[in-house]
């Protein structure tokens, strides 16, 4: 068993992962049975669109937590933790990293504040204007939601810091422990009769797991680095973080569009309950993504220093065994899902109609397959502190939001994830490995050209 591990890639910061979405997976599936069991059909199309527009905080985020992660561990190729728990080596990278978490605790504090006074209002007349096709009690569970998203997003740069200096093992346990809490609060809202309660019962879980381990383990090194003088070196947000952020900011808002408008457009479109299938159906998806992604998240730090070394070969080698090992594992569980899906089908069991039916199914599946690739190799290309992939994710929002509104209302589930895994097959995988082979062949050269340009 322990040579299978090695030979997967399987560390022990992929196995906290892999634990935390291995949880997340089998508390989706729990929770996909409770929701079934104590919500109707139309508290569930509002359970999942609830999801869909909290999404929205991705406009104000911009993807700094991406940018945080990048810049810390290119700053920690310079740096080293000490027996204390505080960082120690070069005056002016741990400076830098002073001034960035300074930086991101404005960001995050604004971001904070938007998603109250902006998303809160938002989503209170989105659903106050469909409220009249049903008489779910929505309004509690949507300011408790919103408020306990606002201070999970304040927390999040902590985190991404943490990763970017190498503690990637203990944020990961962290994630699974997470994900324990925040299921088992959901549950017993649930089961208590709490309803749509249940989902801001779980922000709340997650946040308050986070706050408790930052003050309970990280409140030395926190302390330590905002005691750093500042005189010694600073990231400056204008010339350093921004031509870099901008173009993950556009991604990222582009990714809003291309994975969380499906549901809201079939709630708004074609009712609650259909909508509550296309919510449940992305969230299994989703979790079959984070299984993929444990193994690619954990290794994103390190190909930031190796970039930061010039050490393409070994950055080369470690990315093309994560890609292939978490793509086999993502193939075959996808695969069980799809079959599963059909059979609870064929065999018309209880709780199939509140999955998507299996052919849309089987496309979502396929595309969400389609863009872990896409991830994946954006994940290679962001360790360069650039964004090769902007345009790739503009133009698939744009596909994918157009034809999202224009056959939600006629072709309903099955015509949007038919445009979904067309969109991300032609342009993600086709055109982004384009680009992809492109600028890892451009910058390995140029590194080896300023390599032999040296003096020896």
Known sequence: ??????????DRAVVYTLAGRGWGLLSGIVTLFLVVRYLTPDEQGYYYTFASLLAMQILFELGMSVVVMQFASHEMANLSWSVTDTLEGDVGAKSRLRSLILLVTKWYGVIAVLI??????IGWIFFSSNHSQTSVNWQLAWIWLVFAAAIN??????????????????????????SMVSSLFAWLVLMGGGGLLALPAMNTGLALTA??????????????????????GSVRWK???????????????????????????IFAYRGAVEAG??????????????????WMNTKAPGFGSLVAKK?????????ALTLSRSLAVMVVIGGGLCAMNYIAHIELMPFAYRILDPLPFLLLILATILAYVTYAQATYLRAHKEEPFMLISLISAALIGSLTVLLGNKYGSTGLMAAYAAVYSIVGVGWGSK??????????????????ERPS
């Open 153 to 178: 997003i304040f927390l999040m740069p902590y985190l991404s810091l943490l990763e970017g200096c190498g503690r990637v093992t203990e944020v990961a346990r962290l994630r699974m422990k997470q």
């Open 311 to 319: 050490d393409y070969d070994n950055l080369d080698r470690v990315f």
């Open 1 to 10: 068993m322990k040579k299978l591990l090695v030979f997967m890639g399987v």
């Open 435 to 452: 680009i992809f082979l492109s600028k890892r062949r451009e910058w390995q050269e140029t590194a080896r050209q300023q390599c032999h």
């Open 211 to 232: 706050f408790i381990w930052l003050w309970r383990t990280k409140k030395n090194f926190i302390v330590n680095l905002l005691a750093q003088r500042l005189s010694a």
């Open 116 to 121: 109250i006074v902006v998303i809160l209002p």
């Open 277 to 294: 299938q296309m919510g449940m159906s992305i969230s299994i998806a989703n979790a079959l993504m984070g299984i993929a992604i444990a």
């Open 239 to 265: 010339t350093e973080i921004w031509p870099f952020q901008w173009r993950i900011a556009l991604s990222w808002l582009s990714g809003y569009f291309i994975f969380q408008l499906f549901t809201p457009t």
